[in-house]
């Protein structure tokens, strides 16, 4: 189900050693002992007032996702390709939250608690209308739908105001990327989670390449210059070292934006998130272009 592009990112990212010292019974209500394979269910349940009692791979986590923080005493339970299947049991959870076709087979997981799956993308193209649908089918399953829909609430007057704060840029395309490598990076448009954002925002994405289903496309950076000289923002990730050796070199040099100082970093947003990635998104998006 997942392309080259993700499964790249994925494997890049499946290194957390797992927290084996922690307690296994944690002080949490047991119709609440749940755990979550991939970091969309971890928003999603966080948003609804809820802790998860485990979390895979927690420092890529902090790395990429960040927000909503996990407090002290959630239990990582390894990768997320390939979780600690003997811990989970160990930790007799209520519910495991899964992403669809990523990670362990679906079975394994049932023979220890009861599964719900969710999926970044529907098939329309809209990360953030899906992540408003699991939001809401999460909510009712865990009696929470008063939190989903305050939640929501609050998504929808957060991107209200950003949109009038940000009406000064929506007739300058933005480039949105990431760097994978020496040589790739990874940029975002159709079906992504950013362009929904975007368009709600009122503003215009300038990569107007191929994307995946996912809404992300890894590309030689060599492409980069069909952009143009528009504004360029790229998500850091623990990869200092892996940029400055890239912006040292005469292809990056050469690239127009790079020419025309229309470059910026800015701290990590989860691609793949749910509706804190989208406030996150849009936190660091409109300090970008307010500091330029």
């Given at each position: 189900?997942?392309?080259?592009?993700?499964?790249?990112?994925?494997?890049?990212?499946?290194?957390?050693?797992?927290?084996?010292?922690?307690?296994?019974?944690?002080?949490?209500?047991?119709?609440?002992?749940?755990?979550?394979?991939?970091?969309?269910?971890?928003?999603?349940?966080?948003?609804?007032?809820?802790?998860?009692?485990?979390?895979?791979d927690m420092h890529?986590?902090?790395?990429?996702?960040?927000?909503?923080?996990?407090?002290?005493?959630?239990?990582?339970?390894?990768?997320?390709?390939?979780?600690?299947?003997?811990?989970?049991?160990?930790?007799?959870?209520?519910?495991?939250?899964?992403?669809?076709?990523?990670?362990?087979?679906?079975?394994?997981?049932?023979?220890?608690?009861?599964?719900?799956?969710?999926?970044?993308?529907?098939?329309?193209?809209?990360?953030?209308?899906?992540?408003?649908?699991?939001?809401?089918?999460?909510?009712?399953?865990?009696?929470?739908?008063?939190?989903?829909?305050?939640?929501?609430?609050?998504?929808?007057?957060?991107?209200a105001a950003a949109?009038?704060?940000?009406?000064?840029?929506?007739?300058?395309?933005?480039?949105?990327?990431?760097?994978?490598?020496?040589?790739?990076?990874?940029?975002?448009?159709?079906?992504?989670?950013?362009?929904?954002?975007?368009?709600?925002?009122?503003?215009?994405?300038?990569?107007?390449?191929?994307?995946?289903?996912?809404?992300?496309?890894?590309?030689g950076l060599e492409?980069?210059?069909?952009?143009?000289?528009?504004?360029?923002?790229?998500?850091?990730?623990?990869?200092?070292?892996?940029?400055?050796?890239?912006?040292?070199?005469?292809?990056?040099?050469?690239?127009?934006?790079?020419?025309?100082?229309?470059?910026?970093?800015?701290?990590?947003?989860?691609?793949?998130?749910?509706?804190?990635?989208?406030?996150?998104?849009?936190?660091?998006?409109?300090?970008?272009?307010?500091?330029?």
């Amino acid at each position: 189900m997942f392309d080259i592009s993700r499964r790249r990112l994925l494997t890049a990212l499946a290194l957390s050693p797992l927290m084996s010292a922690l307690p296994l019974r944690a002080a949490v209500p047991d119709a609440q002992r749940i755990l979550a394979l991939e970091w969309l269910p971890v928003e999603l349940l966080m948003a609804l007032g809820v802790t998860p009692l485990g979390v895979a791979d927690m420092h890529n986590y902090n790395i990429w996702v960040g927000d909503p923080q996990l407090p002290p005493g959630v239990i990582d339970l390894g990768l997320r390709t390939e979780p600690n299947l003997e811990l989970m049991t160990q930790l007799e959870p209520s519910l495991i939250l899964h992403s669809n076709g990523y990670g362990p087979a679906l079975d394994k997981l049932q023979r220890i608690a009861p599964t719900m799956g969710f999926d970044l993308n529907s098939g329309d193209g809209k990360p953030l209308s899906t992540a408003r649908h699991s939001l809401q089918a999460l909510g009712a399953r865990l009696g929470r739908k008063a939190q989903a829909v305050q939640h929501l609430q609050f998504v929808d007057e957060q991107l209200a105001a950003a949109r009038e704060r940000l009406k000064p840029w929506a007739d300058r395309p933005v480039l949105l990327m990431s760097l994978m490598d020496s040589r790739h990076a990874i940029t975002f448009g159709k079906n992504s989670l950013f362009l929904e954002v975007m368009e709600i925002l009122g503003l215009s994405n300038a990569w107007q390449g191929e994307t995946n289903f996912w809404g992300s496309a890894v590309v030689g950076l060599e492409r980069l210059a069909e952009v143009g000289d528009v504004q360029v923002i790229c998500f850091d990730h623990d990869n200092d070292r892996d940029m400055q050796q890239v912006m040292a070199t005469a292809l990056w040099q050469a690239l127009p934006f790079v020419r025309a100082q229309r470059f910026q970093r800015v701290p990590a947003v989860w691609y793949y998130g749910a509706t804190y990635s989208a406030l996150k998104f849009v936190r660091v998006l409109e300090h970008a272009l307010e500091s330029h």
